[in-house]
């Protein structure tokens, strides 16, 4: 494992169940993110946790819900999919420098949604 | 929105032969430029990285060139091998916050280098 752990590794859910993806880094890194990945957008950043606060959402629709309870934890709770929303959902940890600067990421290996 | 601008989508070449790949980056204020490489069924993992500061950095087989005037980067894979196939994005972050404290990704090249 490179040190950011993800699961489930495969999710199929029906558009009205509710499921969460956990992430977890041992890195102890002080950001956190989730992407999306499709043939379409290949790396479409979702939302950007630092120091536990939410500082970014890219215009997600509400059916994603993020939540990082602490700096080593980040989950991605989904209720009312579509089916355009299979894709595959990457978590990432990086350290922020000096001045916020961020210095490179280190991702986890997916969950593989599929809405069926 | 800034933009990194990666191509091409994808590359085929033989085994021994040396896919390039560009990147043209806006943010003047970006100063870190990775390379990420990933495997089917894998997330991207961090391969190579330059600062501004030097024109090329080798790591193995890998070759970073950086045109600081041109704000452009390249990724060389010399002597390529079958197990270099895999999809490669070039990143670029700022090291001011106000710019914004995260990567920015190019979309991605598709690398397949036969036996």
């Known amino acids: 494992e490179t040190g950011v752990t993800q699961t489930p590794r495969h999710l199929v859910m029906g558009m009205t169940n509710k499921k969460s993806l956990k992430c977890e880094q041992h890195l102890g890194h002080n950001a956190m993110y989730w992407y999306k990945q499709s043939a379409k957008k290949p790396l479409e950043l979702m939302f950007v946790?630092?120091?536990?606060?939410?500082?970014e959402n890219n215009s997600v629709p509400s059916r994603f819900s993020p939540e990082c309870p602490n700096s080593s934890h980040l989950f991605l709770h989904l209720h009312t999919l579509q089916p355009e929303d299979s894709a595959l959902y990457l978590c990432?940890?990086?350290?922020?420098?000096?001045?916020?600067?961020?210095?490179?990421?280190?991702f986890g290996s997916g969950t593989r949604l599929t809405v069926v | 929105q800034q933009q990194v601008k990666q191509s091409p989508q994808s590359l085929i070449v033989q085994k021994g032969g040396i896919p390039i790949i560009n990147c043209a980056y806006e943010n003047t204020a970006f100063d870190y430029f990775p390379w990420y490489q990933q495997f089917p069924g894998k997330g991207p993992a961090l391969l190579i990285a330059i600062r501004p500061d030097v024109s090329e950095k080798k790591e193995g087989r890998f070759t970073i060139s950086f045109n600081k005037s041109a704000k452009q980067f390249s990724l060389h894979i010399m002597d390529s091998q079958p197990g270099d196939s895999a999809t490669y994005f070039c990143a670029s972050s700022p090291m001011i916050k106000a710019a914004g404290n995260k990567l920015t990704f190019g979309g991605g090249t598709r690398v397949l280098v036969k036996p």
């Open positions: 990432a940890s990086s350290q922020e420098g000096l001045g916020g600067a961020v210095y490179g990421y280190t």
């Open positions: 946790y630092s120091l536990e606060e939410r500082v």
